[in-house]
T-cell receptor, first 114, second 110 residues
Framework: DAGVIQSPRHEVTEMGQEVTLRCKPI?????LFWYRQTMMRGLELLIYFNNNVPIDDSGMPEDRFSAKMPNASFSTLKIQPSEPRDSAVYFC????????????FGPGTRLTVL | QKEVEQNSGPLSVPEGAIASLNCTYSDRGSQSFFWYRQYSGKSPELIMFIYSNGDKEDGRFTAQLNKASQYVSLLIRDSQPSDSATYLC??????????FGTGTSLTVIP
């Protein structure tokens, strides 16, 4: 298996632009997680899906952020409009269901908003 | 109160020494415990998991779990410069949600 796939790997955009990050989880994994990581705040959970249904979106910072999972093999995280404080590395991770399974992380998308 | 707490460090140890990383958690119902290693500019990767009280050894790594004290630790024996990274503790209560600590930065000095 190729692991969790994220695109793009790097994104540089200007303030006010729309940004869409994409994730393909590992086949057969029921849970998908979006994280944001910065030096100041560490790894923050933004939203978590189980069987394509959003379970916990309490970490989404504000209405500018939205996430979808239209099917078991694809998810998007959208920021509209983007702001400089959104600059961070965004990780997608997936996991099989069950308490004994670990998360597998994608390579991350490094977002820079100018 | 945060779900998972770690000493952010930085922790420095000389090459060949034992590095000890600690983590406490607040949810007594937590069932699974994971240690991830993250090199600078890379994504976290799993190095150890533990479910039962006691010690679990894998090569130079030992995970220790004490559910009564809500404490999990990672020992790295014979530390090598290649062990220099940030170590993230993750806790999983019943279900699929994970809670990560803020990480401990470890530097192994040659």
């Amino acid at each position: 298996d190729a692991g969790v796939i994220q695109s793009p790997r790097h994104e540089v955009t200007e303030m006010g632009q729309e940004v869409t990050l994409r994730c393909k989880p590992i086949s057969g994994h029921n849970s998908l997680f979006w994280y944001r990581q910065t030096m100041m705040r560490g790894l923050e959970l933004l939203i978590y899906f189980n069987n394509n249904v959003p379970i916990d979106d309490s970490g989404m910072p504000e209405d500018r952020f939205s996430a979808k999972m239209p099917n078991a093999s694809f998810s998007t995280l959208k920021i509209q409009p983007s702001e400089p404080r959104d600059s961070a590395v965004y990780f997608c991770a997936s996991s099989p269901s069950g308490s004994k399974y670990e998360q597998f992380f994608g390579p991350g998308t490094r977002l820079t908003v100018l | 109160q945060k779900e998972v707490e770690q000493n952010s460090g930085p922790l420095s140890v000389p090459e060949g020494a034992i590095a000890s990383l600690n983590c406490t958690y607040s949810d007594r119902g937590s069932q699974s415990f994971f240690w991830y290693r993250q090199y600078s500019g890379k994504s976290p990767e799993l190095i150890m998991f533990i479910y039962s009280n006691g010690d679990k050894e894998d090569g130079r790594f030992t995970a220790q779990l004490n559910k009564a004290s809500q404490y999990v630790s990672l020992l790295i024996r014979d530390s090598q410069p290649s062990d220099s990274a940030t170590y993230l503790c993750a806790v999983k209560p019943a279900g699929n949600q994970f809670y990560f600590g803020t990480g401990t930065s470890l530097t192994v000095i040659p």
